[in-house]
Structures are given as structure tokens and as C-alpha cells.
């Protein structure tokens, strides 16, 4: 062995001689300085020191009070007299023996499992609709949001009570064409599909982000997709749906969780008496007259927590099922 052979032998890193070797490299340690330490720490005391207010907010009117009513969805309280533990005896109650709230339940789930798809498709179309139309574009946008901003309120429900009730303006409007309803508020069969109605009319949000989502689809695809003879609803289903549906996912999400929530509307119009026949008598609605109304607020918490695991049954349903029909801009499936 030469000496220049022997010197490359001897001076050689022992990480690239095992590297060589077929060996595993070690890890080499890191070491940092105590002046960066020092700062890092006071980086992350900072960051706490930002986050507290959120903090003390999260767990003093969120995280805490929610502890709390699943213990009173456990007793018999009434507000003036301490909780007195019964146990399963309110789920028990709401499941075998309180109609009202099965009848509560069914409403529920038809004006969200309706009201929500149909306002879904309209505020899809109507973003179609914008994504083609440049001029006036911005005008027809906010016009369609507006709706959304003050659909919620109790000036909005009071004025719709007044359009849908005996002789006022739809009312009139259909008898024009020999269709005599005698009011939508009063009849139980009618009450429940202005509700679904006045749930669609404030699609304004979700059509902005069906919107925003339509706007990020290329149009070489839709160009594509024509040359090779796809027609208009073709087009719809090969390109539009599969881009947009991480959006409509979102959108729908979104859309059954508000859905569930419904009360103002529903309370205005029915006088807080969930009438006619308890037609507009809500979950929400229930929950409320059973806790403030007669206050039963170890039934109404329990209640409360009824309806926050039907929501989150549905949305693990969704996200379990999103892998088949949402498809991401990169996705290999």
C-alpha cells in the first residue's frame, strides 16, 4: 500500500467510511447557544401572553359552561333550587314519553335535510349564472348577498310573517291566479315550506363561495372538455363538480350545521308558541321553551346535548365520506 493510500485511510471521516461501510450515519448533535434559548423562550411566553385573552375566554364562556350543562343534562333543576342528579331519567324522558320532542325532531331534520340542498342548487346556479356575466357583475353579487347579512334577524322575520300571513302580499298575489291559501302562517301543511323558503332566500353567503370557487377553475379544462364534444351538462359533470367539490363540501358542512341551529326565524313567526300544531316547534325552539319557559333546565341541557352529538354524527358521516366524491387538486385518486 502506497503512502499517499495509507494517508487517505488514516485522515478519512469515519461518518463517509461507514457511509461506505453500508453503515447507518449517526446523527450529529445540534447544540444552541444560550442567547437563542433565552430568546426562543421569551418568543413563546409572548406568544401564551397574546393567546391568554382567547384562553381565558375559550375555557371561561365555551369550555366550562359546556362541562357544566352535561352534569345539569344529568339532574332536575329549575334555576332556584340546586340540581338534584336523576341520572339517565331526562334522556330517557325524551326518548320514550315526550312526544313533543319527537315531533320537534322529525321538523328538524326535514327543514335541514330539504331546506339545505335546495339552497345549496340555488346558490350554485345562481353563481354560474355571475361567473358568465361580467357586466353588472359586482351589482347582482351584492344583491343576492344582502339577504344573508339580515335573513337572521327579527326584523327580516317580522316582515316575512307579515308577507305569508292571511291577505298579505303573497297571499294576494296568488289569489290573482285562483290560488286561495287563506295564509301560510296559519296552516300547519304551509307553515313548514315557508320556513324551508326563507331558509333558501338567504343562500347570498354560500353563493359567494360557490362563486369564488368557480372563478379558481381553469378554462383550458372547460375548453378542452368542448373540443373533445362534451356538451353543456356534460361539461357540468366532468369538470365543474369534480374542481368544485372541495368547496361544496365546505358549503354543505357549513350549510347543516347552520341549518340545525335555526330559531330566531322560527320563534318570531310562530310567537314563540312553535305553532301552528308545532309545526314550526324546532329543536331549538323546544329547547328553549322547556328551559326559559318552564323551567325544566336539567331537561333542556340535556336537550342541548342531544342535538350537539346529532351534528357531530353528521359531520364525521361527511368527513368519513369525503374521500369518495371530493376530489383535491393534486389527488392521485
Request: glycine fraction near 10%.
Amino acid at each position: 500500500m502506497s503512502a499517499t493510500e495509507t494517508r487517505t485511510i488514516v485522515t478519512e471521516k469515519p461518518s463517509s467510511r461507514a457511509r461506505q461501510l453500508g453503515g447507518e450515519r449517526r446523527p450529529e448533535k445540534t447544540f444552541t447557544r444560550p442567547g437563542q434559548r433565552a430568546r426562543s423562550r421569551k418568543e413563546t411566553a409572548a406568544g401564551y401572553a397574546f393567546l391568554t385573552p382567547w384562553l381565558i375566554g375559550f375555557f371561561g364562556l365555551t369550555a366550562l359552561p359546556m362541562v357544566y350543562s352535561l352534569y345539569l343534562s344529568f339532574t332536575k333543576y329549575n334555576i332556584f333550587q340546586p340540581p338534584k342528579w336523576i341520572g339517565l331519567d331526562n334522556y330517557i324522558r325524551m326518548f320514550t314519553k315526550d312526544q313533543n320532542f319527537i315531533q320537534s325532531s322529525e321538523i328538524t331534520l326535514v327543514y335541514v335535510f330539504v331546506g339545505t340542498p335546495i339552497t345549496l342548487a340555488a346558490a350554485l346556479g345562481v353563481a354560474m349564472l355571475l361567473n358568465y356575466r361580467d357586466k353588472g357583475a359586482g351589482f347582482f353579487r351584492s344583491a343576492f348577498y344582502a339577504p344573508s347579512l339580515i335573513g337572521g334577524s327579527v326584523s327580516v322575520a317580522i316582515v316575512w310573517r307579515a308577507m305569508f300571513s292571511s291577505d298579505g302580499p303573497v297571499d294576494s298575489g296568488l289569489q290573482l291566479f285562483g290560488i286561495d291559501l287563506g295564509g301560510w302562517i296559519g296552516d300547519p301543511a304551509m307553515i313548514l315550506p315557508m320556513m324551508i323558503l326563507l331558509h333558501v332566500w338567504q343562500f347570498g353567503s354560500t353563493m359567494v363561495i360557490f362563486l369564488a370557487g368557480l372563478k379558481q377553475i381553469p378554462k383550458e379544462l372547460y375548453e378542452a372538455a368542448e373540443m373533445d364534444g362534451a356538451n353543456a351538462w356534460r361539461r357540468f359533470q366532468a369538470v365543474t363538480v369534480p374542481m368544485l367539490s372541495p368547496v361544496m363540501f365546505f358549503n354543505l358542512l357549513l350549510g347543516l350545521i347552520g341549518a340545525f341551529q335555526v330559531f330566531t326565524s322560527a320563534y318570531v313567526i310562530s310567537n314563540g308558541t312553535g305553532g301552528p300544531a308545532g309545526m314550526t316547534n324546532f329543536i331549538t325552539v323546544y329547547l328553549y321553551k322547556r328551559g326559559f319557559s318552564d323551567g325544566q333546565m336539567g331537561y333542556a341541557a340535556a336537550i342541548a346535548w342531544v342535538l350537539l352529538v346529532v351534528v357531530a354524527i353528521i359531520a364525521a358521516i361527511l368527513f368519513r365520506t369525503q374521500r369518495s366524491w371530493v376530489h383535491y387538486s393534486g389527488d392521485d385518486r
